[in-house]
């Protein structure tokens, strides 16, 4: 409610009452609008206040969240070196352990070795300690014993690790491949080479004198031939018997060098007969 004290000599010429209670109005109309935009305006300072209060707060928790990460990844890293480096020490003192005690085993004599299966050989001395067994050697023979057919006390004694025998063997199927397969393709490209001729109608001296160098240089080419089947035999037979107790056996290969042995001997007894008629043709 308003009150009003009027003038005549102070009211504007033209203006009346309710035109300025009018006026009065829409001002404190105005006003009260922006009393309460003000007061909305304030409300959300205050939040944005405790807004920006709180994320510098996070910020100040992420810088320090992102240093203790850096120094856990430092620690984790220097840890994973450390835990690198002994675990490298320590397989190289088992390597180097694992070597000396096979290396040291070799030529002790055990009066009687007994086999996980009750089986047992006497007088025994020790070859060989690889990564697969022991080899042997005993009056009965020779031959590798595998690690498996051990005590619980050998396999310990020697480090037996399944890992490592697994690798070896497969080393020593790819190598025994290789070795008959390069043994087999010589030795059939050197018999392929040494050829036996007949003599057929050799006459006069310079025709005699050239068959005869021809026959001598096969001759040596055959003495040569048969000396590398008969050391190749002597390795395969020695590979048997040391792999016997196993249960495999190169029998097969065996019969071939032999078969090889005696058609080369052949050649060598026709070839021997063909250089003494040669000999016999010579004028004197």
């Known amino acids: 409610i308003s009150i009003f004290v009027f003038d005549a000599e102070l ?8 035109s300025v209670i009018r006026r009065q109005t829409e001002e404190i109309e105005t006003i009260q609008h922006q009393i309460e935009t003000n007061e909305t305006i304030i409300a959300d300072s205050a939040k944005m206040v405790a807004q ?7 910020i100040k928790q ?11 990844r430092e620690g984790s ?7 690198f480096s002994a675990t490298k020490a320590l397989n190289t003192y088992i390597a180097d352990y694992r070597n000396y005690v096979r290396r040291k085993a070799i030529g002790e004599k055990i009066p009687e070795l007994k086999l996980k299966s009750g089986e047992s050989y006497s007088d025994v001395e020790i070859r060989d300690v690889t990564e697969i067994g022991v080899e042997v050697r005993h009056p009965g023979g020779q031959g590798r014993i595998a690690f498996e057919k051990l005590s ?12 490592e025998k697994a690798k070896a063997l497969a080393r020593e199927a790819a190598a025994q491949k290789l070795y008959e397969s390069s043994a087999e393709t010589d030795l059939a490209a050197e018999e392929d080479n040494v050829v036996v ?9 310079e025709q005699i004198a050239k068959a005869l160098r021809e026959k001598t240089i096969e001759m040596a080419r055959l003495k040569t031939y048969l000396g590398r089947l008969q050391a190749e035999a002597v390795k395969v037979e020695t590979k048997d018997s040391i792999d016997r ?12 060098l032999r078969n090889r042995i005696q058609a ?16 016999t043709m010579q004028p004197r």
Not at 11 to 18: D, K, L, M, P
Not at 245 to 256: E, F, T
Not at 264 to 278: D, F, H, P
């Open 152 to 163: 619980a006390e050998w396999q310990e004694r020697f480090q037996f690790d399944p890992e």
């Open 11 to 18: 009211q504007g010429e033209g203006v009346s009452i309710e």
């Open 245 to 256: 107790p196993k249960g495999r056996s190169d029998a097969q290969l065996m019969l071939d």
């Open 197 to 205: 001729g007949e003599i057929g109608d050799i006459k006069g001296s």
């Open 264 to 279: 080369t001997e052949s050649k060598m007894y026709a070839l021997a007969r063909q250089i003494g008629s040669l000999k």
């Open 62 to 72: 992420n810088a320090a969240d992102a240093a203790k990460l850096g120094e856990l």
């Open 52 to 58: 920006n209060a709180r994320i510098d707060g996070l």
């Open 77 to 83: 890293s220097a840890a994973k070196d450390s835990i």
